[in-house]
């Protein structure tokens, strides 16, 4: 039933390390999207998939790295994780990638880099 | 460089006092102006899409409305369980791409 879901909810983990964060959307749409909120609350967009073609790729450091099987699935990689990217990871949709469509988000990953 | 700011950053109401909140926005062509709730621990819930000018939407107690500078949400007799944060978003003609601009939100706190 539920729309957009991402796996884990939290992650737990040490510098240095590699993890991966899963995405699925139920909805049909064929854009994805990855967004990052600080511990301010401000949510900032990192990347866009539409139809597993990425066409958003915010200043976001190349140890990000997204994925995108199909159109029903993004996930996001993360190479040698730093203090600076403990946030929640948000995953969200749409029905395509025009301007002024809009997104559905997912529940958030909680990444906690110790 | 699109902006949105939105105020207050936080507001306390009592049960029943009506109130709005300010989304203003900076944007080269405005595509589409979204309000979402977020609770705690939860991802953004949509609310409204405005397209233009003059564009209002309601549902339940919540109302929103269209500036070429800003939109507002009014909240009508508010209850405990319309606490939140409300997040504002623009897309905009800037790119081909739906990439949505946030402002920081408006931590809402309605009390019995």
């Known amino acids: 039933d539920t729309a957009v879901s991402q796996t884990p909810k939290y992650l737990v983990t040490q510098m240095g390390n590699d993890k991966s964060i899963k995405c699925e959307q139920n909805?049909?749409?064929?854009?994805m999207y990855w967004y990052k909120q600080d511990s301010k609350k401000f949510l900032k967009i990192m990347f866009s998939y539409n139809n597993k073609e990425l066409i958003i790729n915010e200043t976001v450091p190349n140890r990000f790295s997204p994925k995108s099987p199909d159109k029903a699935h993004l996930n996001l990689h993360i190479n040698s994780l730093e203090l600076g990217d403990s946030a929640v990871y948000f995953c969200?949709?749409?029905?395509?990638?025009?301007?002024?469509?809009?997104?559905?988000f997912g529940p958030g990953t909680r990444l906690t880099v110790l | 460089e699109d902006q949105v700011t939105q105020s207050p950053e936080a507001l306390r109401l009592q049960e029943g006092e009506s109130s709005s909140l300010n989304c203003s926005y900076t944007v080269s062509g405005l595509r589409g102006l979204f309000w979402y709730r977020q609770d705690p621990g939860k991802g953004p819930e949509f609310l409204f899409t405005l397209y233009s000018a003059g564009e209002e939407k309601e549902k339940e107690r919540l109302k929103a409305t269209l500036t070429k500078k800003e939109s507002f949400l009014h909240i009508t007799a508010p209850k405990p369980e319309d606490s939140a944060t409300y997040l504002c978003?623009?897309?905009?003609?800037?790119?081909?791409?739906?990439?949505?601009?946030f402002g920081t939100g408006t931590l809402l706190a309605v009390q019995p």
């Open positions: 978003a623009v897309s905009g003609y800037g790119g081909a791409t739906n990439k949505l601009i």
């Open positions: 909805l049909g749409h064929d854009t």
């Open positions: 969200a949709s749409s029905q395509d990638g025009h301007p002024g469509d809009t997104q559905y």
